[in-house]
T-cell receptor, first 117, second 113 residues
Framework: DQQVKQNSPSLSVQEGRISILNCDYTNSMFDYFLWYKKYPAEGPTFLISISSIKDKNEDGRFTVFLNKSAKHLSLHIVPSQPGDSAVYFCAASGTFLPTQGAQKLVFGQGTRLTINP | DGGITQSPKYLFRKEGQNVTLSCEQNLNHDAMYWYRQDPGQGLRLIYY???????QKGDIAEGYSVSREKKESFPLTVTSAQKNPTAFYLCASSIQDLGRPQHFGDGTRLSIL
């Protein structure tokens, strides 16, 4: 089972407040977890990642938390800005592909974040 | 500027027709990938390639074909056997190393006439 789930299709947050996007997974064999941001009619842009051996990674306004026992990760954006309005995809990476060394990204369904002024 | 270029941005296909989507990268990445995105869903892997002249099927390869004759190029052909080809197609590339992110092009939207 390689499923990755983002259970909230949308989230609305006031500008300046914290945005928290959540993601759950079922396979404990994932090695890395990544967050991508996507604007309409564009490709996803890599935001931040975390190794399965860590529980937190921070990059500027973005922090990703990993709770392995709960198989849950979250992306915190603080403070939220209007330019953060986009669809955010959670992805999990593992060597599930049959050819050695190839890594497969399994994506969640995405959460549409809207930052209100 | 290094990046991934997909063309065309919009493509229309007639019934029974094969169409080819272009993907070129100048990032010197070994691995390249093709994904499909449908509304309300995550990205699903169609094909991937780790080296030139080698490629493997992903989760939804039926009705698609690829080639990898050059490191920079990984074109995807949507054949007439693909019964539901209308989707947003994304090409990605990455360094062959666990944890290194895949970088995406801006996609091609394919529609059926």
């Amino acid at each position: 089972d390689q499923q990755v789930k983002q259970n909230s299709p949308s989230l609305s947050v006031q500008e300046g407040r914290i945005s928290i996007l959540n993601c759950d997974y079922t396979n404990s064999m994932f090695d890395y977890f990544l967050w991508y941001k996507k604007y309409p009619a564009e490709g996803p842009t890599f935001l931040i990642s975390i190794s399965s051996i860590k529980d937190k990674n921070e990059d500027g306004r973005f922090t990703v938390f990993l709770n392995k026992s709960a198989k849950h990760l979250s992306l915190h954006i603080v403070p939220s800005q209007p330019g953060d309005s986009a669809v955010y995809f959670c992805a999990a990476s593992g060597t599930f592909l049959p050819t050695q060394g190839a890594q497969k990204l399994v994506f969640g369904q995405g959460t549409r974040l809207t930052i209100n002024p | 500027d290094g990046g991934i270029t997909q063309s065309p941005k919009y493509l229309f296909r007639k019934e029974g027709q094969n169409v080819t989507l272009s993907c070129e990268q100048n990032l010197n990445h070994d691995a390249m990938y093709w994904y499909r995105q449908d509304p309300g869903q995550g990205l699903r892997l169609i094909y991937y390639s780790q080296i030139v002249n080698d490629f493997q099927k992903g989760d939804i390869a039926e009705g698609y074909s690829v080639s990898r004759e050059k490191k920079e190029s990984f074109p995807l052909t949507v054949t007439s056997a693909q019964k539901n080809p209308t989707a947003f197609y994304l090409c990605a590339s990455s360094i062959q190393d666990l944890g290194r992110p895949q970088h995406f092009g801006d996609g091609t939207r394919l529609s059926i006439l």
